[in-house]
């Protein structure tokens, strides 16, 4: 079945570092998801992207989805303590209502 | 404006026993899907829910059921439980089934079973 790997599955940075987590899909991906999940708590939704090749920035963080649709990557510059927890993509696939989240890539910053 | 909201927040259970958990959609959320998370894991889909039927399903046993009621809440149903269902179960709503919509998830439930 299809599968959703991300690396590293923990990074610990000292506060004002960058940090970027990979997402890797076995299949094509229709669109792509990104969430956050605090420790103790839900996932929240960050962001989507569909387009290949597409780039999307918020704030400290830039999101991009792969030109084959099939790996994305997230990079936060300056990493801030607030930023701790995980972060999850979610490959979504046409024809079908699921999500299938990745491994997750859980962040400590260190102050 | 209620997000999503899911009840019990913590369940204790014994192997062989079954549970219910319930979960209301976010206002004007008409679709809902349970996932399961382990431990240090990703959440796993185990069926989405849509207009009252099971619009998809996880690769997860018949153990797990689910109903959605005419107010968009849902339910699940998990028989005969195993000490591997031990888990976060997440309830998240969307405003449709297209899948560019966005998942609001709830709280949780954490389930120990014994």
């Known amino acids: 079945g299809q599968q959703v790997m991300q690396i590293p599955q923990y990074q610990h940075v000292q506060e004002g570092e960058d940090f970027t987590t990979y997402c890797n899909s076995s299949?094509?991906?229709?669109?792509i998801q990104w969430y956050k999940q605090r420790p103790g708590g839900h996932p929240v939704f960050l962001i989507q992207?569909?387009?290949?090749?597409e780039v999307k920035k918020q704030k400290r963080l830039t999101f991009q989805f792969g030109e084959a649709k099939k790996n994305s990557s997230l990079h936060i510059t300056a990493t801030q303590t607030t930023d701790v927890g995980t972060y999850f993509c979610a490959g979504g696939n046409s024809g079908t209502y699921k999500y299938i989240f990745g491994t997750g890539t859980r962040l400590k910053v260190l102050a | 404006d209620a997000g999503v909201t899911q009840s019990p927040t913590h369940l204790i259970k014994t192997r062989g026993q079954q549970v219910t958990l319930r979960c209301s959609p976010k206002?004007?959320?008409?679709?809902v899907s349970w996932y399961q998370q382990a431990l240090g894991q990703g959440p796993q889909f185990i069926f989405q829910?849509?207009?009252?039927?099971?619009?998809q399903r996880g690769n997860f046993p018949d153990r797990f059921s689910g109903h959605q009621y005419p107010n968009y809440s849902s339910e699940l149903n998990v028989n005969a439980l195993l000490l591997g269902d031990s888990a976060l179960y997440l309830c998240?709503?969307?405003?449709?089934?297209?899948?560019?919509?966005?998942?609001?998830f709830g709280s949780g439930t954490q389930l120990s079973v014994l």
């Open positions: 299949t094509t991906l229709s669109n």
């Open positions: 992207l569909v387009k290949s090749g």
């Open positions: 998240a709503s969307s405003g449709g089934t297209a899948l560019n919509e966005k998942l609001f």
């Open positions: 829910y849509y207009e009252e039927e099971e619009r």
């Open positions: 206002s004007g959320h008409d679709t």
